[in-house]
């Protein structure tokens, strides 16, 4: 439990940082960039507003995975991360689809419109050393503590480096070809990228949210922990799915049909003990004893012929 809360500690201040580093980025990016007279830069600075609302979503989340499992929710509430990356997947789109909508309309409707200033070059450029700092920050912490929606709030400001790029080439096609218009399509791209990092997030979240994992190395990892051990054989109907950075394993096994109760127990538990050495953030392992030799028709699981 000390290592969930330590866990949950450091989500906390990770929303905080990529909270307070945001909403500065954004503030800059929309106040200049409606100075300056440039779409492309508000546009980016919209995005960074919406990072604030996501970075929220996983300091509200943080809180509820710290709840302890109760009747309602036996497992815990650890499965909250991944809902919760769900939601930044909708919020992130809907920021794009609406920034596309606005920018679309300045197409169909054009009005005489001058050159950005200047200055919205320089913040951009701010914007982009700010942005990758943000972005290494969360995928280095979502990666060592295992946390889905960290690592894709981490990614989701990987792609706003990309889109403050593609701001800044659009400022330096704007300026040389002296065409504002550039600027108003920079951003209508800017807006289509928004939409697609949402799409992917939201595909990726649907693994956990249908017990699928991503690694299937483990399987082997589990095979080969109970041939390891003496008087058990044919693993079988495996599974394995995680919640939240941690893995539920359930798990059929063969012993000698003359064991006792206490024999096969003290087996188990053998195997037990050593899928929680080799394999990190184990949860749960539940384990299912069959007599050898008997064959029964397996509607789901994993075994050693569905990996060869």
């Known amino acids: 439990m000390a290592i969930e809360e330590k866990r949950v500690k450091i989500i906390y ?39 604030i609302i996501t970075s929220i979503i996983t300091l509200i989340t943080a809180k509820i995975i710290s709840k302890p499992p109760n009747p309602k929710f036996a497992y815990g509430y650890g499965r909250a991360d991944t809902i919760a990356t769900k ?21 169909i409707n054009p009005t005489e419109r001058e050159l950005p200033g200047i200055i919205s070059v320089y913040i951009i450029i701010i914007s982009i050393i700010g942005k990758y700092g943000l972005a290494w ?10 946390s889905q929606m960290l690592i894709a709030n981490g990614r989701n400001m990987q792609n706003d480096v990309v889109i403050s790029i593609s701001v800044l080439v659009g400022l330096a096609f704007t300026y040389w070809f002296k065409l504002p218009i550039l600027d108003v399509i920079t951003a209508l791209f800017v807006s289509f990228y928004i939409m697609y990092i949402a799409f992917k997030i939201f595909m990726q979240t ?11 190395d483990i399987y082997k990892q589990i095979i080969g922990i109970v041939n ?19 893995y539920l394993v359930a798990l059929d096994l063969e012993v000698d049909g003359d064991l006792s109760v ?23 392992i539940l384990i299912h004893i069959d007599p050898m030799g008997i064959k029964e028709d397996e509607a789901y699981g994993v075994s050693e012929n569905d990996l060869t």
């Open 13 to 51: 201040k990770a929303s905080w940082v990529a909270i307070i580093g945001n909403a500065i980025l954004s503030v800059l990016k929309i106040v200049i960039g409606l100075i300056s007279g440039s779409i492309a830069v508000v546009a980016d600075g919209i995005d960074s507003a919406s990072d």
């Open 87 to 107: 939601a930044l997947a909708f919020i992130i789109f809907f920021a794009g689809a609406q920034l596309t909508l606005s920018t679309i309309d300045v197409i």
């Open 137 to 146: 920050y969360l995928n280095k912490t979502g990666k060592k503590i295992d």
């Open 206 to 216: 649907n693994r956990d949210l249908m017990d699928g994992i991503d690694d299937t």
């Open 228 to 246: 390891s051990v003496e008087g058990v054989e044919n693993p079988h109907r495996i599974r394995v799915r995680k919640l939240a950075n941690l």
């Open 262 to 284: 206490n024999e096969a127990h003290e087996i188990c538990s053998k195997v037990e003990v050593l899928i929680n050495e080799k394999i990190d953030n184990i949860y749960d």
